[in-house]
């Protein structure tokens, strides 16, 4: 979900110029938090801390962009507090004996449920609480013993997870949400749960826009979400040792962020191979502009055109829902064309190259997949800093010099103009020394075209494609 939702937020900012303003709110103290800090002996709010930076890193390794401010649960009780009493005075909310506070569902009508269509008044399971009807919720937590817990007009007690939400969002937005987003299982109840609370607080009709669900990320065979609850996961970290975010990135592209997922080592490896197809690409068309890849003459007016369809098509694909795969597509019909017309050939017929019309299709498919977070070509910035910076010279420099040695390999010498000798006989005697010549020299030089193939096939094992 994090890294579709950068996506989007990718999408509305570098291709829309929205100016988008993100604030994620951070449980930090909930039942589980509780129970495992108990079980390790230190305070859950030193726990917390541990799982929010190590969340951090995890999305600072995927590329996701941070939001514009964190906002703490535990930073802001009183103003959960002040927004509870709020609700209970609108008559929408009540104590109990036992310190709780609830949500009365059914005191708001038909307005609860305008998200999932929900009715309050049907199927309410049975009551084993302290709260009135089996569908409401809880605002405010009494204390459990040794429990960390904070003074309220209630009693001492700690926020329960709708609440939090309402709150952080209503200080930094106020009455009106333009964008909420979440997995789909939060539509209901915590999204469903979060607009009843905020339109009674606000007293506003219509307090979120738009809420945007993203599908779940199912393992291949199973229906089930990956979640931890069900032990069937992969950590970040153990996925990053075999794949890098750029793949994963890719794979959320390749689908309908609202649609569900499957995981798996295939769709890894598409993935991946796209990535390949796409740098190879790039690659190609790099060395035609420089020179070291001699093609045909271009026809330039249909890639002109192709780059003007493509840079359409996407940004309508983008509009329609923020239709990822479809944008993607594009810009793969876009590089098959490009690599069409990028045909070697062995000799140089001397006919000018297209390098502007292969440069502004570089610059755009490079701008593309840089806007949503990726990286291609020479501008590409893989793990490990410098040496990265110089693994990528010395391969460009590599496949420069296997250039080079092939040219010189297949360029062997024309048929020279002779004066002829008179007699049938000696006329055709310089023609044949000449193709004796050029035979033993092909002879000389084959080891040296094997050698160019062997590299060629030893470098494309470590994904470096040459044409």
């Keep these: 979900s994090y890294v579709r939702f950068d996506i989007i937020r990718r999408i509305m900012t570098r291709f829309f110029g929205i100016e988008v303003i993100m604030v994620m709110g951070i449980t930090d103290i909930d039942d589980k938090i509780i129970k495992r800090a108990n079980e390790m002996n230190i305070s859950p709010v030193a726990l917390a801390r541990i799982y929010e930076e190590d969340f951090k890193q995890d999305m600072a390794a995927l590329k996701v962009l941070p939001p514009t401010v964190y906002m703490r649960v535990t930073d802001n009780i009183p103003q959960i507090i002040s927004f509870i009493k709020t609700i209970i005075s609108s008559g929408q ?29 049907t199927q309410d399971e049975a009551v084993d609480s302290d709260k009135r009807h089996g569908k409401d919720f809880a605002l405010w937590k009494a204390a459990k013993p040794q429990e960390l817990s904070w003074n309220s007009p209630w009693g001492k007690g700690r926020p329960g997870w709708h609440i939090e939400c309402s709150t952080i969002s209503s ?13 789909i299982d939060l539509a209901f109840p915590h999204h469903e749960n979060e607009i009843a609370q905020c339109e009674v607080y606000h007293q506003c009709e219509q307090w979120g826009n738009y809420f945007l669900h993203s599908g779940h990320l199912h393992v291949k065979g ?34 309908r962020y609202s649609s569900a997922v499957e995981f798996s080592d295939e769709s890894m490896e598409d993935a991946r191979n796209l990535l390949q197809a796409i740098s190879s690409f790039i690659r190609d068309a790099n060395a035609y502009i420089k020179g070291q890849l001699v093609c045909d003459p271009v026809r330039e007016d249909i890639l002109w055109e192709r780059l003007a369809n493509t840079k359409v098509t996407v940004k309508a694909a983008f509009a329609d829902d923020f239709d990822t795969s479809r944008a ?20 140089d017929a001397g006919s000018p190259r297209s390098s502007v019309v292969y440069g502004s299709i570089i610059s755009y498919i490079e701008g593309f997949f840089n806007d949503l977070g990726m990286s291609f070509g020479e501008r590409q910035v893989a793990v490990g800093g410098d040496k990265s910076a110089v693994l990528s010279s010395v391969i460009e420099e590599l ?18 103009d002779t004066v002829p000798v008179e ?13 004796e010549k050029r035979k033993l020299l092909m002879q000389e030089r084959k080891p040296l075209l094997e050698a160019c193939d062997s590299l060629r096939g030893e470098l494309a094992a470590f994904g470096i494609h040459i044409k």
């Design 93 to 121: 909310a009540y104590a109990t004996s036992q310190g709780n506070v609830y949500f009365d569902v059914k005191s708001w009508g038909k307005r609860y449920g305008v998200l999932t269509t929900i009715n309050p008044d």
């Design 171 to 183: 200080a930094v937005f106020g009455k009106q949400l333009d964008i909420h987003t979440g997995g």
């Design 222 to 255: 199973s229906q089930e979400k990956m979640s931890k609850s069900l032990k069937n996961y992969v950590t970040i970290k153990d996925f990053l040792k075999k794949c890098s975010s750029d793949q994963f990135r890719m794979f959320c592209l390749r689908g």
């Design 328 to 347: 993607v597509a594009a810009i793969m019909d876009l590089i098959h064309h490009g690599n069409r017309q990028l045909k070697a050939v062995t000799k």
């Design 399 to 416: 496949v420069r010099f296997r250039s080079k040695v092939r040219h010189y390999a297949l360029a062997l010498p024309e048929a020279a």
């Design 423 to 435: 007699g049938a006989a000696g006329a055709k005697e310089p023609e044949q020394e000449q193709k």
